[in-house]
């Protein structure tokens, strides 16, 4: 990583407090009820826990979650081999303004840079998105993986935890259509190209932790994201939706963390909402995180369900087009953009 630089300090208003209060409120969802079920219908209770989760906090903790423990340890250790290489061994699979999978440490949120660096890759190899964020091109790209050569256990440890996480993104998926009285089955048909991601990251020790952030504050853009924390060190902030504060989420063990994303929100009617986070940083102690991004087929038009509309809920969303959005926010991780880039909101319809 660089020297402490000016590229990555935030603006006084958005910078972290040290001292930030512990979340003790954020709910923990047991999914054991799912893998248990004769007739693979979900019990009232988990739907009502589901359903309050994500309309109270957009953030819960998901335990007996069905992912093999060897297969999380796996994707762990190789996160701290691939890490622990040299820069220039890393950036021989380096990304850039083409390439949207592989190394970087040069990440920018809300045009600031984070103090991080990361490791991304595509599960559907390879994916389909626009060539472009323009709206009136109709061409297509393909985005493919980049694995490190010299890693050959690598690239098996990804690949077979993102399997096991997309499985646990569809019955999250499942659970959610119920919690808004839809059929288990409703959301099944988006994903069937996904573009999903598996992202793994890394936070050096910091010399200045009260002026830098690992991510800058952000909504994720997807359906869901499900995160496995680092279990000895702390850094995952969300804003509390009751009272605007922010607060620390302590790494509960062999958990995930699943947040709500925007196509959720706008799929809801906002019934259920993403909520910001941000990562923290520490000068003492790096820290690792593994997140995966639960996507849906660059084809999809992003507008709130016809069945949660009705004269007294009105659609909150105009549509929009969920390739084209997500070219448009990977062109904003590489360039510093004259504005924030684009959000869900730019599609509200206003009242």
Known sequence: MDDFDQAFIQAPEHRPKLSDPEADGIPTVDLSPIFNSPDGTFPDDLVRQIASAS????????????????????IEAAARVFFGQSLEEKRKVRRDEGLVTGYSNTELTKN???WKEVFDFVVADPTVVPASPEPD?????????????????????CEEYVEELEKLGHKLMELLAVSLGLPAE?????????TSFGRLNHYPPCPSPELALGVG???DPGVLTVLAQDDEVEGLEV???RDGEWIRVKPVPDSYVVNVGEITQAWSNERYESVEHRAMVNHKRERYSIAFF?????STIVEPLKELIDPE????????????????????????????NIQVSHFKISN
Do not use: C, I
């Open 294 to 298: 639960f996507n849906p087929s660059h």
């Open 186 to 194: 409703r959301f099944r048909d988006y994903f069937k190209e996904t």
């Open 137 to 157: 091109d109709d061409q297509l790209t393909l985005w493919t993986n980049r694995w490190p050569e010299y890693l050959p256990e690598f690239r098996k440890a």
């Open 55 to 74: 309309a109270d906090w957009g953030f819960f903790f998901v335990v007996n979650h069905g992912v093999p423990p060897e297969k999380q340890r796996r």
């Open 217 to 219: 504050r952000h909504k």
């Open 313 to 340: 809920n009105p659609p909150k969303y105009k549509s929009y087009s969920w390739g084209k959005y997500l070219s448009n926010r990977m062109l904003s991780n590489f360039k510093k953009l004259n504005a924030d």
């Open 112 to 114: 600031v840079r984070d």
């Open 239 to 241: 804003k509390r939706k």
